[in-house]
T-cell receptor, first 114, second 111 residues
Framework: DAGITQSPRHKVTETGTPVTLRCHQT?????MYWYRQDPGHGLRLIHY???????DKGEVSDGYSVSRSKTEDFLLTLESATSSQTSVYFC?????????????FGEGSRLTVL | AQSVTQLGSHVSVSEGALVLLRCNYS??????LFWYVQYPNQGLQLLLK??????LVKGINGFEAEFKKSETSFHLTKPSAHMSDAAEYFC?????????FGAGTRLTVKP
């Protein structure tokens, strides 16, 4: 158990509203990731973090921002949600970085944008 | 850029039959390769990984995968399917700076 908690687990919102998803870890790992999962696309990286206040863009970062003010929390924000952002969002952590080791995933946050 | 192709979005087998899930990759450097499993309403869990040691990798729950460089493949197998193997399976490739996931294969196990 890598001690990852995502909140909220389910959210329904309307187009144009801001949404923030939270990922909390209990073990102070340096590397954290946000992915989205869509049918036919597998998982795609949105943003990642390699330390407090150190973040970078992933493959599908447009429309998303992140913040990491504490080691244990990694926030994903949709400033103005769109229907194309309806998805299941997964937070993950890594012990090693550089994608050479296992990723540990949270249980996901299902977001529906109407 | 590296990529992963999983052949077959859905695979159905009978309980006790061989499971074969196909994964082909492209990478410009020697890759790290992974298989993850996702059960309903859960996150992904690592089944096994290849990191340039033995080409035949054994994972959890009786699964194994063989790295074939000449075929750029990393197919996942299990000799005898169990009902509890029903899940979605994802292959992933890493070149250390980036990781890409396949689209996934949903495995159904019939009694």
């Amino acid at each position: 158990d890598a001690g990852i908690t995502q909140s909220p687990r389910h959210k329904v919102t309307e187009t144009g509203t801001p949404v923030t998803l939270r990922c909390h870890q209990t073990e102070n790992h340096r590397y954290m990731y946000w992915y989205r999962q869509d049918p036919g696309h597998g998982l795609r990286l949105i943003h990642y973090s390699y330390g407090v206040k150190d973040t970078d863009k992933g493959e599908v970062s447009d429309g998303y921002s992140v913040s990491r003010s504490k080691t244990e929390d990694f926030l994903l924000t949709l400033e103005s949600a769109t229907s194309s952002q309806t998805s299941v969002y997964f937070c993950a952590i890594s012990f090693t970085g550089q994608y050479t080791g296992e990723l540990f995933f949270g249980e996901g946050s299902r977001l529906t944008v109407l | 850029a590296q990529s992963v192709t999983q052949l077959g979005s859905h695979v159905s087998v009978s309980e006790g039959a061989l499971v074969l899930l196909r994964c082909n990759y492209s990478s410009s450097v020697p890759p790290y390769l992974f298989w993850y499993v996702q059960y309903p309403n859960q996150g992904l869990q690592l089944l096994l990984k290849y990191t340039s040691a033995a080409t035949l990798v054994k994972g959890i729950n009786g699964f194994e995968a063989e790295f074939k460089k000449s075929e750029t493949s990393f197919h996942l197998t299990k000799p005898s399917a169990h009902m509890s193997d029903a899940a979605e399976y994802f292959c992933a490739v890493s070149d250390r700076d980036d990781m890409r996931f396949g689209a996934g294969t949903r495995l159904t196990v019939k009694p």
